[in-house]
């Protein structure tokens, strides 16, 4: 039994990117599916898909590589785990990486960008940086 579906879900992720695959499947939950969401949008994924498998549900994830063959994501580490939940402020969580990476925040008005956060003025707890 997995503890921590995000967790596996970048790892999923990181690995296939690794081994220069097309496609990764994730176990599917509402969080892991948000961060998706915020990685499509900033261009880290091509697309994903929710798929149900009798009463499971899993979600096809697309990768996006350069025009080297490269993975568009250098990095994906996850910062807040079950043991340690690490919580920002909206002020901490303004800029990462002059810019080019991206927090992933749970907040109170869902899974934002540190960019989309520090604009509605939440914090929250940091499920993960990307760059």
């Known amino acids: 039994m997995i503890n921590d579906l995000i967790s596996d ?3 999923r ?3 296939a990117a690794l081994r220069k695959l097309d ?3 994730l176990l599917h939950s509402n969080v892991v599916e948000g961060t998706l969401k915020i990685l499509a949008a900033k261009g880290y994924i091509e697309s994903y898909n929710v798929v149900e498998e ?3 549900k899993f979600i096809n994830v697309v990768l996006k590589y350069d025009e080297n063959g490269n993975s568009v994501i250098h990095e994906l ?3 807040s785990k079950p043991g340690r939940r690490v919580y920002k402020g909206k002020a901490d969580i303004k800029r990462f990486k002059s810019g ?3 927090i992933i925040v749970s907040t109170s008005k869902g899974v934002l960008g540190n960019d989309e956060a520090h604009k509605q003025g939440v914090g929250g707890e940091v499920l993960c940086t990307v760059w």
């Open 100 to 102: 080019y990476g991206t």
């Open 77 to 79: 580490t996850r910062v």
């Open 23 to 25: 496609t990764a499947k």
């Open 9 to 11: 879900g970048l790892t």
């Open 13 to 15: 992720i990181r690995n």
């Open 54 to 56: 009798g009463n499971k």
